[in-house]
């Protein structure tokens, strides 16, 4: 028993949290990946959102036997964030680490977020991830480029800024500082609600530039999603500002609110409406340059001038961007 004791205070138990749809033959690769983890204390909690192929079939012949592997299926597809409130009910970890089947890992990534998690005291820890297009590793997603100790409220700032976004995977967060069921019924930017609720709650949070994720973005995947309208986005944005009125920040993060609003609500949106090159996307470009106002965006260029100018270029040319682009080439 003073073994294991000493064991849990060393290796603090992690829940490894990975939502899955209709992989198929890709389980197999899935749990690769995950025995990958070099951690010697760790429970996998893999969620099935209802798969309408064999995936469910798959994960049981294959890991029936797996003492630290619980499987999980939900009746309905609910999305993402549905999945990963399942799997949050059932962890036991003092940490939870949440990943993506398709993505890449660093083996060594959740001892190292572990370790600042425990030397810190920190509720999270956000360390870095990067953007992998065909092969070729892109720009990071995510974190900041020089470690750093500070409050949940000050790290919220980060987010309003885009140096944090709602990615999980390179981010580890202290089971006890989740509240039941975080995750929000939207489909898309779930996460980065659960994200800014984590930072609002947490005494601590620990930054440290190490790339722990690579997420993997295949050739056409963006352009070939449909256009979806803004609706998920835009209960996010909405989620983002009540978390800063319930942080009595709404004064103090006024001019990043502003910018939170441009770069990652209006300027996102716009970039959606047109890789889909659809009507609905047309219609809404002719929304977003009804929204932004040139009184607003001048104060975009106090933090960044190239956010702003994309803004002002919206704002003028909307739905005729596509066409613009296209006589540019």
């Known amino acids: 028993m003073i073994g294991e004791t000493a064991h849990e205070l060393a290796f603090p138990l992690v829940s490894v949290v990975v939502p899955v749809f209709n992989i198929g033959a890709s389980v197999a690769e899935l749990w690769s990946k995950l025995q990958s983890v070099?951690?010697?204390?760790?429970?996998?909690?893999?969620?099935?959102?209802?798969?309408?192929?064999?995936?469910?079939?798959?994960?049981?012949?294959?890991?029936?036997?797996?003492?630290?592997?619980?499987?999980l299926a939900r009746g309905v597809n609910g999305g993402p964030g549905a999945a990963r409130n399942t799997g949050l009910l059932s962890a036991k970890g003092k940490w939870v680490w949440f990943a993506d089947w398709d993505d890449e890992w660093s083996p060594t990534g959740v001892s190292h977020m572990v370790a600042e998690g425990?030397?810190?005291?920190?509720?999270?820890?956000?360390?870095?991830?990067?953007?992998v297009f065909d092969g070729a590793i892109s720009s990071y997603t995510d974190g900041l480029a020089e470690p750093a100790v500070m409050s949940g409220s000050d790290a919220f700032r980060h987010i309003l800024l885009g140096d944090v976004r709602g990615y999980l995977w390179s981010k580890l967060f202290r089971k006890s500082n989740i509240a039941t069921a975080p995750f929000r019924n939207i489909r898309t930017h779930e996460d980065l609600c659960f994200v800014a609720d984590s930072f609002s709650t947490?005494?601590?949070?620990?930054?440290?530039?190490?790339?722990?994720?690579?997420?993997?973005?295949r050739n056409?995947?963006?352009?070939?999603?449909?256009?979806?309208?803004?609706?998920?986005?835009?209960?996010?944005?909405?989620?983002?500002?009540?978390?800063?009125?319930?942080?009595?920040?709404?004064?103090?993060?006024?001019?990043?609110?502003?910018?939170?609003?441009?770069?990652?609500?209006?300027?996102?949106?716009?970039?959606?409406?047109?890789?889909s090159h659809s009507p609905?996307?047309?219609?809404?470009?002719?929304?977003?340059?009804k929204q932004l106002r040139v009184s607003k965006i001048v104060g975009v260029f106090e933090f960044d001038w190239r956010v702003a100018t994309k803004c002002m270029i919206l704002k003028c040319f909307g739905p005729a961007l596509p066409g613009l682009l296209r006589w540019r080439k």
């Open 38 to 71: 070099d951690y010697p204390s760790l429970e996998f909690i893999i969620v099935d959102d209802d798969s309408q192929d064999d995936t469910l079939e798959r994960l049981r012949q294959l890991l029936q036997n797996e003492g630290r592997v619980s499987i």
């Open 118 to 131: 425990e030397n810190s005291g920190a509720d999270v820890i956000v360390a870095r991830a990067r953007w």
């Open 202 to 217: 947490a005494f601590i949070v620990r930054f440290v530039p190490v790339t722990v994720y690579w997420h993997v973005q």
């Open 220 to 275: 056409g995947s963006l352009s070939q999603r449909p256009f979806s309208g803004s609706h998920d986005i835009t209960r996010a944005r909405e989620h983002i500002h009540v978390v800063t009125r319930r942080l009595g920040l709404r004064d103090q993060f006024r001019k990043e609110l502003n910018f939170y609003d441009h770069k990652l609500w209006l300027l996102d949106r716009g970039l959606n409406a047109l890789r």
């Open 280 to 289: 609905g996307g047309s219609h809404e470009l002719r929304l977003i340059m």
